[in-house]
């Protein structure tokens, strides 16, 4: 890093301009060396679905342009940051495929290159100290119409030692940020207040440690969320006094702000966000990134559902809209239960199979029994969306008894329809072969015996076999079960509402 040795902090500052799409930097082109993104998540709580689209963008922009991934983890939040969550990370990422090609690298590892920095700019005079607590600048700037600190310690020359540090904005002027997604953005130097960049015990904050790893790690791209774009005039400001006038700015472009169904952005407090309840929940990885990328990016023909490598090849940042995007949860849903039923049953029975081992099911782990969930995968996968929808669709088979719909059976109590059906069901079930279409025709026999369509008749003796008045296939049910446990069940639904 090459700092300036004397500043002039009443000087306008200058921007390069980036370029708008069609021109260089944004494009790989021979001219421009492959791009260097980063994603650098702060180890601080639950991964955020936010996050991880801004892990997708990063690394789809590397992957078009044959460039670089870094994972970068910005530890340096001792009092919230915990190990637990920096696992958490790499999870996710892991989980989403989203590979990092370097890193991760730890901020808290780093303080010697922070320090470095800090030194120069106090040596050339971009930085003072300050002692002004929280409570006395809010005392002293209560009434002022411009919000922030009012550079009270400016001028009075604190030494460095035991004192937050401050970044000394220029009193005219505009710092100008051009963003590859926002275009042309503006910041006032008059609104902006002098930053601080390190703590009274020395500890770096985030706008100076990042501009610091940036340059270090030679980054070309800041892919990021809308909610930093106020920090990237700081830390074009700190870039510059380190690097010069001339400095060589990385492309910024700031991702829209994720909003739920009231157009409020997404809240941990508040919304579903965290990535690991979707994880648990059953997402396809490949379909909950397809989601993602679709949260602020399209296709250029509209199209919704790609495989990765076909988002790979299309995606653009100069496509990504500026408009905040709605995090649907429905219409996510939807493209996992397309991704679903559009598996081969090998993959599906694959791709289950290894979550039901680590999910929460009313069975013990003993009592899954992979060849009758080889023969049962195929009946349900036409009928779920996420994979925590198969445990109610194949408990039954790996229960004693199955799990009653309380309501549903309460229906048929006392109903002399449903006792006489139950009855007749378990008659002819108990000699009849045991085949599917045997199933099947016995029952379509006893439905017109009763005057009633299959779909009436077959009700109470699907609640007697699964326990529930929606399923997989009744007779293919029935059939992969065995007699022993069909008539079993039906005996108990009719002793239950015989006696209630």
């Known amino acids: 890093m090459q700092g300036n040795k004397t500043h002039n902090p009443d000087s306008t500052s200058s921007s390069r301009q980036i370029s708008r799409p069609g021109q260089s930097p944004t494009q790989d082109t021979p001219s421009n060396p492959a791009p260097r993104v980063r994603f650098a998540p702060s180890p601080t709580g639950y991964f955020h679905v936010g996050s991880a689209r801004t892990a997708l963008f990063n690394w789809l922009y590397a992957r078009r342009h044959q ?4 994972l970068r983890i910005e530890d340096t939040d001792k009092e919230r940051g915990k190990e637990e969550w920096t696992e958490g990370i790499l999870s996710a990422l892991d989980w989403l495929g989203l590979h990092y090609d370097e890193g991760p690298y730890h901020q808290s590892e780093r303080t010697s290159l922070y320090n470095e920095a800090l030194s120069k700019l106090w040596d050339a005079g971009f930085l003072y100290a300050c002692n002004c607590t929280r409570e006395e600048v809010l005392e002293r700037t209560r009434n002022n119409q411009t919000p922030g600190y009012d550079g009270h310690c400016r001028d009075l020359g604190y030494s460095r030692s035991g004192h937050a540090l401050r970044f000394k904005v220029p009193r005219s002027g505009l710092t100008a940020v051009t963003d590859v997604i926002r275009g042309n953005v503006d910041f006032p130097h008059q609104a902006m207040e002098d930053f601080v960049v390190a703590k009274s015990d020395g500890s770096p904050l985030f706008v100076l440690a990042n501009v610091v790893d940036d340059i270090d790690m030679d980054i070309t791209h800041v892919i990021r969320g809308e909610d930093l774009l106020p920090s990237t005039p700081k830390a074009i400001l700190i870039w510059k006094a380190l690097q ?14 994720l909003v739920n169904e009231k157009r409020q952005k997404l809240s941990k407090r508040r919304d579903p966000v965290a990535l690991e309840s979707y994880r648990l929940k059953g997402y396809i990885p490949d379909a909950f990134c397809n989601y993602l990328a679709l949260l602020g990016w399209s296709h250029p023909s509209g199209k919704e559902i790609m495989k990765i490598d076909e988002i790979i090849s299309t995606f653009s940042l100069e496509d990504v809209n500026h408009s905040p995007a709605f995090f649907d949860v429905v219409k996510m849903t939807h493209i996992n239960g397309e991704y679903i039923r559009s598996m081969s049953t090998a993959d599906f029975i694959d791709v289950s199979s290894k979550w039901l081992e680590e999910a929460e099911a009313p069975w013990s782990r003993d009592r899954f029994d992979m060849s009758i969930y080889t023969r049962i995968a195929g009946l349900i996968q036409e009928r779920v969306a996420t994979l925590s929808e198969i445990i109610p669709m194949i408990d039954f088979f790996l229960l004693d008894m199955p799990i009653y719909d309380d309501n ?3 229906v048929l109590d006392g109903n002399p329809e449903a006792i006489h059906l139950l009855e007749t069901a378990l008659e002819r079930f108990s000699g009849c ?3 599917t279409d045997v199933l099947h025709e016995q029952t379509a026999t006893i439905a017109a015996e009763y005057d009633l369509k299959l779909s009436k008749a077959q009700a109470p003796i699907r609640l007697a076999v699964t326990g529930k008045k929606v399923g997989p296939p009744l007779f293919e049910s029935m059939s992969i079960l065995g007699r022993e446990k069909v008539l079993q069940r039906l005996q108990e639904l009719l002793y239950r509402i015989k006696t209630n």
């Open 67 to 70: 460039g670089t991934f870094i």
């Open 244 to 257: 010069g006038e001339d400095a060589n700015l990385p492309v910024f472009a700031h991702l829209p702000m």
């Open 408 to 410: 549903a059976v309460s």
């Open 433 to 435: 072969d045991w085949e």
